[in-house]
């Protein structure tokens, strides 16, 4: 049994096809990056994982659950969401931003109790932002404000998170402190899907990448095993070098552009 099982997935606004004939599994506990150009229907597939659009044809499976048959509240239970962008309007508390994220399991009048609050308190120190809890949102940084979100996320206790370019807008620190976190998320055993400009990044952090291009995956497979020069050309229409680097025991991956 997967987390989330895609079978066979279609999606068109009107007579202009965006996604055709989606099919994948995604395994528990691993981070997964769906990779392609704009225009290539990402974000599109993330709104149909996640419900807000239903497909054409074919269905999403979380846990053998058809997603169609399940609830907002019964949803939002298995699988947390983490947008590209999120501005507040009011300075509320980071604490309260991700209390926010306990709304799926209150009472009809929607009271967040001292035990969500401790849930919060715990999702705060699993990120290592404890320190920010008391701080309003509005200021902090762009790096840190993207790490309480998901806070809240986790909060849901949700078994998924799904993330829309979660580095879009960071500066390079940021967006390593956020990819490191990616990481200790899924060795904890969430499963975690996200969309990304950036196949270094998926070298760096993910399990397994999809390549979405004109609405079909092109590639699909071990991150390692199927970013490569070959694979990017066909991806982005350009020249692109995957160098390798050892020190010690480790290795890593990293993608360079061929100017001529």
Request: one cysteine or more.
């Amino acid at each position: 049994m997967f987390p989330i099982s895609v079978e066979n997935l279609s999606f068109a606004w009107g007579s202009h096809k965006i996604l055709e004939d989606i099919s994948f599994n995604i395994e528990p506990g691993t981070v997964t990056s769906i990779l392609g150009p704009n225009g290539s229907g990402k974000t599109t597939l993330l709104k149909i994982l996640l419900g807000f659009l239903k497909p054409l044809n074919g269905r999403v499976l979380l846990n053998d659950s058809d997603l169609a048959t399940l609830d907002l509240k019964a949803r939002a239970k298995k699988m947390a969401y983490v947008a590209q962008r999120h501005s507040a309007v009011f300075s509320y508390r980071v604490i309260d931003v991700v209390a926010l994220g306990r709304i799926p399991y209150a009472n009809i009048f929607c009271k967040i109790t001292d035990a969500d609050y401790g849930l919060a308190e715990n999702c705060l120190n699993q990120l290592g932002i404890a320190q920010l809890a008391s701080r309003p949102y509005t200021e902090i940084s762009g790096g840190e404000q993207q790490l309480v979100l998901i806070a809240r996320a986790l909060v849901q206790q949700a078994e998924i998170l799904v993330m829309d370019e979660p580095v879009s807008g960071l500066d390079y620190g940021n967006q390593l402190m956020l990819l490191k976190q990616l990481r200790k998320l899924a060795q904890s055993g969430i499963t975690c899907i996200k969309t990304t400009h950036y196949p270094e990044h998926a070298l760096w952090t993910s399990d397994r990448a999809i390549f979405l291009r004109d609405g079909r995956i092109i590639a699909s497979g071990n991150s390692t095993e199927i970013i490569n020069s070959e694979t990017l050309k066909e991806l982005y229409n350009a020249d692109i070098m995957v160098l390798k680097s050892e020190t010690g025991s480790h290795i890593m991956r990293t993608c360079v552009p061929i100017f001529d």
